[in-house]
């Protein structure tokens, strides 16, 4: 079946702009994930959702991140007034809570490139 | 806070034995997985192991783990050059089964 896809696969934006980076999980996956990619930091988890419950954000960086997911599915990862620090890859996964491994499925990814 | 930690690169002829070593600090860690992550490719999930356990195998991969050290192995037997990839460990614990702590990576380069 159709895995995890992200869009744009690359963006490339101006200081100061803003950004959306969608993520699709699995069909039937209610668990969404974003984490973060860069070369000084690894990888970062960001924000994680289930269901209806109230995200955990504790992983966002600073106030100008933020997200949501719409109808238990899709999620829009924004970006508000983008530095270059948050160069990076952004990645999401999905999982199905309650399987006790808690196994996420990546997307492949949005690269960002702020200039 | 949890720390996970990797060598950065490891270069194995092809047909020789891959060991990618990982420490974790976090003692309540439940589950550890290995991800690997082609260039310019997501993270793909290849095996994990409950922290009861101290071995996994599946196919050319062994799992091994020593809680009492908190050091988790990767062994890949014949390594092909096709496993050339960025190797991930990552951890999670009771409680904050959302997110997962990763290490920061082993290159593993296969040469012929």
Redesign the interface.
């Known amino acids: 079946g159709a895995g995890v896809s992200q869009s744009p696969s690359n963006k490339v934006t101006e200081k100061g702009k803003d950004v959306e980076l969608r993520c699709d999980p699995i069909s039937g996956h209610t668990a969404l994930y974003w984490y973060r990619q860069s070369l000084g930091q690894g990888l970062e988890f960001l924000i994680y959702f289930q269901g209806n419950s109230a995200p955990d954000k504790s992983g966002l960086p600073s106030d100008r991140f933020s997200a949501e997911r719409t109808g238990g599915s899709v999620s829009t990862l924004t970006i508000q007034r983008t530095q270059q620090e948050d160069s990076a890859v952004y990645l999401c996964a999905s999982s199905v809570p309650g399987r006790r491994t808690y196994e996420q499925y990546f997307g492949p990814g949005t690269r960002l490139t702020v200039t | 806070g949890e720390d996970v930690e990797q060598s950065l690169f490891l270069s194995v002829r092809e047909g020789d034995s891959s060991v990618i070593n990982c420490t974790y600090t976090d003692s309540s860690s439940t589950?550890l997985y290995w991800?690997k992550q082609e260039p310019?490719?997501?993270?793909?999930?290849l095996t994990?192991i409950?922290s009861n356990m101290d071995m996994k195998q599946d196919q050319r991969l062994t799992v091994l783990l020593n809680k009492k050290d908190k050091h988790l192995s990767l062994r890949i037997a014949d390594t092909q050059t096709g496993d050339s990839a960025i190797y991930?460990c990552a951890e999670?614990s009771p409680g904050t089964?959302?997110?997962?702590?990763?290490?920061?990576?082993t290159r593993l380069q296969v040469t012929l």
């Open positions: 589950y991800y310019g490719a997501g993270l793909q999930l994990y409950f991930f999670s089964a959302s997110k997962l702590t990763f290490g920061t990576g």
